[in-house]
């Protein structure tokens, strides 16, 4: 194969604590790709515009009150409903940037006392990111970033619980980023790194699916 047929956008996730600096580093990405001319998008989870995203930002703003494994099966099920989209997307050539997925759903979930493979279960068959990159920073340090915002789950302890989860969900393919370093710094690390795997995807390298 040429390999020209296959191209494709690449799936890039953002994974880490509340206050980790995802949402600017995505940002960041975006304009830099952008920059140099690659069709991208930045996405983020969960997708507040949908029907399901009002019920999930209803729960986490403390509005409504449901048991641990709905809100969870709402979780995965606001990223069911952009599945085909993600997959179009990316078939067309288009790279996405998302601001969390699965791994913040596992260990969330987990973090409260479900069973871990009963939250990975409903995962299964979503596309599996090329690339994720973990903005690792102690829960602590994390805390100290301007306060919570006030929102369900922003408490030191469980967040604390949060990271020990997703370390359990880390593999060694994730690239772990050191998110207490200047947000310049960070940028910069994580520019190199999404650059390859845009290349890499260019070049044909096939779709997988979860549970990897
Ligand atoms: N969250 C996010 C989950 O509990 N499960 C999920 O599947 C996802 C995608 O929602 N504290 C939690 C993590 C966050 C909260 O996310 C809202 P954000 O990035 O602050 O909008």
Not at 45 to 50: A, N, Q, V, Y
Not at 61 to 74: A, E, G, R
């Amino acid at each position: 194969s040429t390999g020209q047929s296959d191209a494709r956008g690449a799936l890039i996730v953002l994974e880490g604590l509340d206050r980790s600096g995802k949402t600017s580093q995505s940002a960041r990405l975006l304009s830099h790709l952008n920059g140099l001319g690659y069709p991208v998008e930045s996405w983020r989870f969960p997708d507040r515009d949908t029907a399901v995203g009002k019920m999930i930002s209803s729960y986490l703003t403390n509005q409504s009150q449901l048991d641990d494994h709905t809100i969870h099966l709402l979780f995965s099920a606001n990223r069911w409903e952009k599945r085909s989209l993600m997959e179009a997307k990316l078939k067309s050539g288009t790279s996405l940037i998302v601001d969390r997925y699965s791994y913040s759903g596992v260990a969330f979930s987990s973090a409260k006392g479900l069973d871990i493979e009963w939250c990975k279960a409903p995962e299964v068959g979503l596309l599996a990111p090329d690339l994720v990159m973990y903005l690792n920073i102690p829960p602590e340090k994390a805390a100290e970033r301007g306060g919570y915002g006030g929102e369900r789950y922003e408490q030191l302890e469980f967040q604390k619980s949060v990271a020990k989860y997703y370390e359990m969900l880390s593999d060694p393919s994730w690239k772990m980023i050191d998110a207490c370093l200047p947000l310049e710094d960070v940028e910069e690390q994580m520019k190199e790194i999404v650059l390859d795997c845009v290349v890499s995807c260019q070049k044909g390298k096939p779709l997988t699916h979860l549970w990897l």
